[in-house]
């Protein structure tokens, strides 16, 4: 099963409006991080929190992260039609921190 | 500087036959990562070089997939005798992560091989 899971699956809003979306994941993790994906192809990093932080803003984005709960959030505020994509959080496993676990993802459609 | 690059863009193939996917990481970067993303997937892990060391092939799916990483940089990924299923953009990442590091970095993505096996 997968280290992370997104929800929602799929978000649609329009221009203006705030998203948010939320990473669930299952074991102790040293730091989280969020990627942007277009059109199926490459990742973009957006965003990395260590498990010591609580909240980290990066322009327009910001993320939480509640490590009692094994969830975080990215919020993106104002949003355009440009931040259509989708977005994945990607772990490490605190005790194999060879490798990023990717969530399911959320699907963003910002309508103009 | 330049990023990821991988190569072909595209690849389309018949059932049976072998085929090599490239990626060039960015320079300086110890660590290489291959991915597999089926349509509307997540990023499925594959295997993982670490500077000189052994491979984490952990992820590879069958003894059809291999990959291998040359002086340290370029590196390629091999499927012999291609299924239908194998059909999915494999994506190439690379960072600066330490060996042993005591965390993950930041990795940078490629643009993707997307593969369609007929």
């Known amino acids: 099963s997968q280290q992370g899971e997104e929800d929602p699956q799929a978000l649609s809003i329009q221009e203006g409006e705030n998203a948010t979306m939320n990473c669930s994941y299952k074991t102790s993790i040293n730091n989280l991080q969020w990627y942007r994906q277009n059109s199926g192809r490459g990742l973009v990093h957006l965003i990395l929190i260590r498990s010591n932080e609580r909240e980290k803003h990066s322009g327009r984005l910001r993320v939480t992260l509640d490590t009692s709960k094994k969830s975080s959030s990215l919020l993106i505020t104002a949003s355009r039609a440009a931040d259509t994509a989708s977005y994945f959080c990607a772990t490490d496993d605190a005790y194999n921190t060879d490798k990023l676990i990717f969530g399911t993802g959320t699907r963003l459609q910002v309508f103009p | 500087g330049a990023g990821v690059s991988q190569s072909p863009s595209n690849k389309v193939t018949e059932k049976g036959k072998d085929v090599e996917l490239r990626c060039d990481p960015i320079s300086g970067h110890t660590a290489l990562y291959w991915y597999r993303q089926s349509l509307g997937q997540g990023l499925e892990f594959l295997i993982y070089?670490?500077?000189?060391?052994?491979?984490?092939k952990s992820g590879l799916p069958s003894d059809r997939f291999s990959a291998e990483r040359t002086g340290g940089s370029v590196s390629t990924l091999t499927i012999q005798r291609t299924q239908q299923e194998d059909s999915a953009v494999y994506l190439c990442?690379?960072?600066?992560?330490?060996?042993?590091?005591?965390?993950?970095?930041?990795?940078?993505f490629g643009p993707g091989t997307r593969l369609l096996v007929l």
């Open positions: 070089f670490q500077g000189n060391s052994a491979p984490d």
């Open positions: 990442a690379s960072s600066l992560r330490l060996a042993g590091g005591p965390y993950q970095e930041t990795q940078y």
